[in-house]
């Protein structure tokens, strides 16, 4: 077992999970499964350890999920955009006796980030496959405030003399 919460994810057997974990009810732990008789493609096992591969056909470069998360989130909140969060988080980490360029791992984390986007939109849009043609206004977040039939507008409103 492992703990998607926990600061470098652990892993541990069973009996060892539910003690560490006896006061953090809210943590998600999550359970290994062997699936060695799939000799499963690299992308899919790195997307199992939660690492987004850069490449789908040769993957040297990931990210981790929650990097990929938490740039969203800063986006989102903040409004940092990706080279900003870049430079940030390169300069907190050091990535300076790399064996090849920086510009090089941003264009990556661009691609990546991208790619992760994408398919976050799809899953908050219930689609199950990304690849399917979309509908006009598929992927669209219903805007809460602006008036809609039969959902935030009263029956009969047409009639209303004070609409």
């Known amino acids: 077992f492992r703990c998607t919460q926990c600061l470098g994810r652990p892993v541990l057997c069973g009996p ?10 809210f943590h998600w732990p999550e359970q290994w499964v062997d699936q060695s008789h799939t000799s ?3 992308w899919e096992q790195l997307l199992g350890v939660d690492i987004w591969p850069a490449t789908q056909k040769r993957p040297k470069t990931g990210f981790t999920m929650e990097v990929l998360r ?8 903040s409004k940092t955009n990706l080279k900003e969060y870049y430079d940030a ?12 360029p920086m510009q090089y791992i941003y264009d990556q984390f661009r691609i990546a980030v991208r790619e992760y986007r ?3 939109t799809h899953m908050r849009a219930g689609r199950l496959d990304a690849t399917a043609p979309l509908a006009n206004g598929e992927l669209c977040v219903v805007c809460p405030a602006c008036p809609h039939p039969g959902v935030n507008l009263p029956h009969n409103w ?3 003399p004070l609409k």
Not at 70 to 77: E, K, V
């Open 158 to 160: 047409e009639k209303d």
């Open 118 to 120: 994408a398919l976050v």
């Open 16 to 25: 060892c999970l539910v003690h560490s974990h006896r006061h953090s009810p």
């Open 89 to 100: 988080l390169s300069r907190r980490t050091k990535l300076t006796d790399l064996p090849f």
């Open 70 to 77: 938490h740039q969203r989130c800063f986006n989102l909140q």
């Open 40 to 42: 499963s493609k690299l």
